[in-house]
């Protein structure tokens, strides 16, 4: 295929598109774990705001939050410093990202949670493992592995996800990919390149997932 | 929001026109991808697998933006009786969302046909009903009801993706939303209203699967077997 210089472009677009989408995960994974705890607090505010988050972030448009947060940050931060101040697409994005992860993650997080059964924790408790061993040793490993399909399924979503930051005029892989399909007036082509780029990292991200599923079963008896 | 309830009136009403022809287009489109999925013959379950795949694989935008402007690339696409609906940018979104979701509820669909029990499909040819029949009375009023919940979730994707729409000029309610951004810089009133015109529209199709859930499993509820299997929430 011919992409007529633009290759470098691309690549550069699609390693920023994988970056964008790990930062996310990781920032998902710490709000999705605080999100998880409120859910299962005992705390009735605690439960309500986390429901509250969730539902809302779950029931609105992607799109929609990354233009808020994109137009509404200027307004907000040009407010809060007294002069015009411009947010970027790289920080709208990676907080609109990171958000919706958390969404996700929270729900995610919460079942893995429920799923191991309590006796456990409390035979851990009575064989006298201190709470933090207990969560640590007992509790978290298999949180891992009932949490795993579903962290690999929001993974697959952020992948995917990101190519909507390209609208706030983040230079990434879909954003390249328009820029050179306007320079050379072949948008199909680019627009397909593209979407091979992203059918790959699916295609790895669906075996790695696989694997380290398996990894995290070893334990278990095979069925 | 007094003075832009019309515009977002307009708007929902056109993202409620996208939603729908987007799900009527993709249901029919996905029974026969689900039934080759399901098939044991390679040439007919790998190209399925391979729709399901490439559209599930990449975002909806790049499809959308393959169809809305890559296919104008090709000279003899112009010629073609499907330029009509080419051309403007409500036949791409609708091409493009009913692509899309067609690849999902084949999957959906999958699982709720290889849940019907064998023994059931072998009870009904013993008793001498063709395949049609079969596929009619047996296996789909089953598949359709084991895969409702995970039918209202792809209904609630559909719903947030229609937003994509405003990207290719279309005044659905997120288009209208940044059209009165661009009008008036009034940020946080256009974009919340919208987003509570979604969280309505979300709210309401979650009440009616319920619902429709609910009168459904009628014949089942029981407290020992009135349960519904659910399906992953968010597919790959």
New interface residues.
């Given amino acids: 295929m011919d992409l007529k210089g633009f290759g470098g472009q691309i690549l550069t677009g699609a390693g920023l598109t994988l970056a964008v989408a790990a930062l996310s995960l990781v920032a998902g994974l710490v709000i999705g774990g605080f999100g998880a705890a409120a859910k299962l607090s005992s705390r009735r505010v605690l439960r309500g705001l986390a429901d509250a988050y969730t539902t ?1 972030v779950r ?6 939050i990354l ?2 947060l994109y ?2 940050g ?2 907000f931060l040009s407010w809060v410093a007294g002069e015009y101040v411009e947010v970027n697409g790289l920080g709208a994005g990676l907080f609109a990202l990171s958000i919706l992860a958390g969404a ?1 993650m929270t ?1 995610v997080l919460r079942a893995a949670i429920q799923a191991v059964p309590k006796g456990q924790i409390e035979a851990a408790r009575a064989l006298g493992l201190k709470p933090a061993i207990a969560v640590r040793k007992v509790l978290l490993p298999q949180v891992w592995r009932l949490a795993l ?2 962290l ?3 993974w ?2 952020l992948l ?5 930051i ?2 706030v005029g983040l230079e990434e892989l ?1 954003r390249k990919s ?1 820029i050179a ?1 306007g320079a050379t ?5 680019f ?2 390149v ?2 091979l780029v ?2 790959l990292f ?2 790895v991200s ?1 075996i790695a997932i696989a694997l380290m599923e398996r990894r995290a079963r070893r334990g278990l008896a095979r069925v | 929001m007094l003075t832009s309830l019309p515009r977002f009136l307009a708007g929902a009403w056109l993202s409620l026109q996208l939603i729908a022809l987007a799900l009527a287009a993709g249901a029919l489109l996905s029974l026969p991808i689900a039934f080759a999925r399901v098939s044991r013959r390679r040439a007919l379950w790998l190209p399925a697998f391979a729709y399901i795949f490439c559209f599930r694989g990449t975002p909806l935008l790049v499809q959308l933006y393959l169809i809305y402007y890559g296919a104008g690339q090709f000279p003899w696409v112009h010629d073609s009786w499907l330029w009509p609906l080419l051309r403007q940018p409500f036949g791409c979104a609708v091409i493009a969302f009913a692509l899309n979701t067609a690849a999902y509820q084949a999957e959906i669909l999958r699982g709720g046909i290889t849940a019907v029990p064998e023994g059931e499909v072998e009870a009904a040819r013993a008793l001498g009903m063709g395949p049609w029949l079969i596929l009619r009375r047996i296996v789909l009023p089953q598949a359709l009801r084991l895969t409702l919940p995970a039918y209202g979730n792809e209904i609630i994707l559909v719903v947030k993706s229609s937003s994509l729409a405003s990207t290719i000029t279309l005044l659905d309610i997120t288009g209208v939303a940044r059209g009165i951004v661009a009008d008036s810089f009034a940020v946080y009133e256009a974009f919340l209203d919208a987003g509570a015109v979604y969280l309505i529209l979300t709210f309401l199709i979650t009440r009616a699967v319920g619902m429709l859930e609910h009168r459904l499993m009628r014949h089942l509820r029981r407290e020992d077997l009135g349960v519904a299997p659910t399906l992953e929430p968010f597919g790959a």
């Fill in positions: 809302l029931g609105v448009p992607e799109l929609l233009l808020l137009f509404g200027t307004v996700y729900e399909p579903g690999g399924n929001v697959l979503v995917k996800d990101t190519s909507l390209s609208v879909m328009a399909a007036r072949e948008p199909f082509t627009y397909a593209a979407a992203y059918l699916t295609a669906v």
